[in-house]
């Protein structure tokens, strides 16, 4: 029995941003690091989970007949097939949203924390019933968000609420960063997203075409394509979470030659 | 406010600033009013107060005055900026004291 488990909301506010993407690649790397981990998909409107880590046809009980004790939760548990530290707790029915009160949220979790050591709770969009029940459950939050500046605010509404509620501590991952736009100072800048939502960046995430392929292939990058740039920045979020000291990727460093040395320049401070 | 070397440049050349400093100003004042829940008619309705109340002890150029909500660190500031007329000599312009009882000590001074 795992006695100080974290648990760890992956919100956003904004729907679309990588918490899903994040919340699969984060339970992989965690496993791998012995740790055992449960995803539990709290997307009950849109459930996507499942499908991200490849597991879609392995479902037989979902979190709703736990909490209506019709199986037990370890019947529930999808277990990856090569993580096997890894398990699922698959969203119900999207009816589920009418009648989920946040006690039941908290009731789910409890049975969880008795046996892992993580568990991430994959939230759903929008700062709903479906935001707060999850929020209930949850002691930390991990808030994903892209240099953009609808994500940014919404992230911002999302973190006031996290506040009010005591939820601590709140990190930011900042998801789909492109360095080439950054340099060119037509993106903003982590700088400028971390001091305008006052939060401590856990880390970065590289805009990636392997996503969307280990999305359709069902196997969160951290799995098979270690090397690619964006399964190394969640390989590095994974273990800055176990308390790694691991340093940031420069975006800048990402792109080199004499237009990155220029790039940078411009970049210089003045006032 | 930062200020880059390439938005300097860009400012040089009237060119457009490039769109990551226009991002960050728009957010923060978005965040600004989000956070602090308060509508632009209250603000307005603040604004117009406070510049009377300031009026009442000095002369301020009204159309300069301007009061806005600033957000640093998650914490919202109300911030006003009230420029104060000078006089000739470059003093500060006090008004006439305008209230009863002054009014009523200058005409018994007269009297006497
Ligand atoms: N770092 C990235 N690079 C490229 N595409 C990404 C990245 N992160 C997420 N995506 C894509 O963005 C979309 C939304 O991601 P998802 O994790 O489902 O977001 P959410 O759960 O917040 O709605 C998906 O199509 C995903 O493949
Ligand atoms: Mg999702």
């Known amino acids: 029995m795992a006695t100080d488990t974290r648990v760890i909301l992956i919100c956003s506010g904004k729907g679309g941003v ?12 965690l496993a791998r690091q012995g740790l055992t981990t449960a995803v539990l998909d709290a997307d009950f409107g849109l459930r996507n989970l499942d499908l991200l880590l490849g ?30 530290n890894l398990s699922l707790l698959p969203a119900g029915n999207p009816r589920m949203l009418d009648w989920l009160k946040p006690d039941d949220m908290k009731r789910i979790v409890d049975m969880l924390k008795e046996q892992f050591n993580y568990v991430l709770i994959d939230c759903p969009a929008g700062v709903e019933d479906g935001f707060k029940n999850a929020m209930a459950a949850s002691q930390e939050a991990i808030v994903v968000t892209n240099p953009e500046v609808s994500a940014v605010r919404d992230a911002d509404r999302v973190i006031g609420l996290l506040n009010t509620n005591s939820i601590k501590p709140v990190q930011l991952v900042l998801n789909r960063v492109r360095p080439k736009m950054m340099a060119n100072q037509e993106m903003l800048s982590i700088e400028d997203v971390t001091d305008i939502l006052a939060l401590p960046l856990l880390g970065l995430v590289l ?25 190394k920045c969640y390989l590095n979020i994974a273990k800055r979470l176990q308390g790694e000291n691991i340093p940031l990727i420069d975006p800048l460093e990402e792109s080199s030659g004499f237009g990155a040395k220029f790039r940078r320049l411009m970049q210089t401070k003045i006032f | 406010m930062t200020m880059t070397l390439r938005d300097i440049i860009n400012k040089l050349l009237r060119r457009q600033p490039a769109s990551a400093s226009t991002a960050r100003e728009r957010l923060q004042l978005v965040l600004a009013h989000d956070r602090s829940d308060l509508s632009t008619e209250l603000l307005d309705q603040m604004r117009k107060e406070i510049l009377e109340v300031v009026a009442k002890y000095v002369e301020i150029d009204v159309d300069e005055g301007a009061v806005s909500l600033e957000t ?16 000739m000599t470059g003093q500060i312009q006090l008004k006439e004291p305008t209230n009863q009882s002054e009014e009523e000590t200058e005409s018994t001074d007269q009297k006497s």
């Open chain 2, 72 to 87: 640093e660190d998650r914490m919202t500031a109300l911030v006003a900026n009230l420029p104060i007329k000078r006089t």
């Open chain 1, 18 to 29: 990588g918490k899903t993407t994040l919340t699969a690649n984060l339970g992989i790397s």
């Open chain 1, 55 to 84: 597991l879609e046809n392995r479902i037989v009980y979902t979190a709703q007949e736990v909490l209506e004790e019709e199986c037990r939760l370890d019947q529930a548990l999808v277990k990856h097939k090569q993580e096997s």
């Open chain 1, 207 to 231: 805009e990636d075409e392997q996503v969307i392929v280990s999305t359709n292939r069902g196997e969160p990058l951290t799995l098979n394509s270690v090397n690619s740039p964006a399964a």
